[in-house]
């Protein structure tokens, strides 16, 4: 198994892409450590394959800097140190810029944005210890194109590929890659929380004609965790069917 005796956080892993990314990093060898605010969903993850393979589950509020630093030193508690980061926990809702509260401004930047940046800061230590490590943020095409009524979020989402670039820099020395999963449309809780017109109009615009499937971008993510991204860092991937092409 290429990630044995690896320990990987991801966050946002009780449902969506990042329950797919806990689940396959797991059949590829990784201790992983659940981050999310859902505890029911969160506990339903935890299994146990004789030290191979499990799953353990933290609470942490990614709104909260106080919850963030006790679910980074719970994490710590159970594993010395951490070999993968996964920020995959994100949070929207479609309205006008317009019309969005201060707390509504709040909250996106604060699950999107800060709190990866706070988790990260929190674990990055034990990686440079080690001098080994593996990053990956799960922002979105909204960060690098735009999406109209998500003004807030594609903003925070855009942060958080600019924090993907330059803390790969930073960490190079370390030997620690830092990368970034743009996914479109998939099919996850979130998208179906959105209005069934734009829905429909977001699916005929793939030119695959359908929704991704979390575990198509939870291959992405494990491919930038695992050993065959080694020399792979700062790279942002989008996987949204064809929706949006690099230039």
Sequence with gaps: MQLENKVAVVTGAASGIGKATAQALARHGARVVVLDIDRAGGEAMVTR?????????VHVDLQNGESIEHASRQVLDMHSQVSIIVNTAGWDRIQPF?????????????????????????LLPSMIAANYGKIVNVSSDAGRVGSMGETVYAAAKGGLIAFTKSLAREVARYQI???????????????????????????????????????????????????????????????????????
């Design 49 to 57: 394959r004789n030290g191979a393979g499990d799953i353990d589950y």
């Design 98 to 122: 317009v019309e969005n509260t201060a707390e509504f401004m709040d909250k996106v930047l604060a699950i999107n944005l800060m709190g990866p940046l706070r988790l990260t800061r929190a």
């Design 177 to 247: 890659n830092v990368n970034c999963v743009c996914p479109g449309p998939t099919d996850t809780p979130l998208f179906h929380a959105q209005p069934e017109k734009l829905k429909e109009a977001l699916t005929r615009a793939i030119p695959f004609r359908r929704l991704a499937r979390p575990e198509e971008t939870a291959d992405a993510i494990v491919f930038f965790a695992a050993p065959e991204s080694d020399y792979v860092t700062g790279q942002i991937l989008s996987v949204s069917g064809g929706l949006t092409m690099a230039g």
